[in-house]
Every structure is written in C-alpha cells, then in structure tokens.
C-alpha cells in the first residue's frame, strides 16, 4: 500500500489557505485509492487584518472630523453636550494645522473650517502611505509544497 501526503499553502493579500491531503493507494499503479484524507483551512491574512484596523482607524478620525466640520458649518450651540464632546474629541486632532489656513466665518457664526478639511485630507494620506508601508512589510509570497511518500 502506498501512501501520499501533500501540503499546500496559499496566502493572498485578503487570506491564507491551508490543505492536506492524504491519499492511501493500492501498491498496484493506476488502482483506485483506498482512502483520502483532506482538509483545508482559510482564515484573515495578517496583511488583511492590519490594512482593515488602518482604514478603520481612519473612519474613525475622519468621521469625527467631518462632524466637526458640519457643526461648524451649521453653527451648532459649542454650550450642548454633543458638540462640546465632538469639538473636544477633535481638538488634539486638528490642533497641528491651526493656523495653517484662514477659517472664514459670516455674521451668524457660521464658519467654514478649512482646517478641518486639511486635517481629513493629511489623515487619510497618512492611513495610505501606513497601508503602503504594511503591505511591503508583510506581504508574502505564494509558497507550495508537496511531499510524496510511496
């Protein structure tokens, strides 16, 4: 009786694919196998998951950013409680580009904060250039291997 072991190994940017397989065969050739054994396992590459916990990192800031930037628009009350908690989650946030660009306001309190717009801008460049940076870290090359035993 003869027996066959293989081994494979897949991993793509989004996942990695695990299979064995192992064939029990007659000793005579061309005969049908006794027996197969297979499994196979697929899971989250470590590439997929860090580039996925970026992107959602910038969502993060650049949603709370963007609500800044709307209650500024719509001249919110800063005095309730969901503006002062957004305005406080995004001020260390926008805090290095003040100053970088005018902010025009009118009469009413309305103002156009362009900062916001920049700080948005600057993160998500950032979330890319990281994303860039990860897949050259931890991006792999197919492998595949297969042993014989007879």
């Known amino acids: 009786m003869s027996v ?9 940017a989004d996942e990695v694919v695990q ?6 065969g007659s000793a005579r050739p061309g005969a049908e196998p006794a027996h197969a054994e297979r499994s196979e396992s697929r899971g989250a590459s470590p590439l997929a998951t860090w580039i996925n ?7 993060v800031v650049d949603g709370l950013i963007a609500m800044r ?10 005095e309730a409680g969901f503006a ?3 305005y406080g989650l995004t001020a260390p946030l926008v805090a ?28 998500a460049l950032v979330a ?3 994303t860039r940076i990860v897949r050259i870290v931890l991006n792999r090359t197919v492998t595949r291997s297969r042993q014989d035993f007879r």
């Open 128 to 130: 890319w250039l990281l």
């Open 84 to 86: 002062q908690l957004i």
């Open 69 to 78: 930037f709307v209650l500024k628009l719509l001249a919110a009350n800063p």
């Open 96 to 123: 290095p580009f003040a100053g970088l660009l005018g902010n025009p306001a009118t009469s009413s309190g309305n103002q156009l904060e362009v900062t916001s717009l920049a700080a948005m801008a600057v993160y």
């Open 4 to 12: 066959e072991d293989s081994r494979y190994r897949s991993e793509t």
């Open 19 to 24: 299979s064995h397989e192992v064939v029990y």
């Open 53 to 59: 916990v970026i992107y959602v990192v910038l969502a």
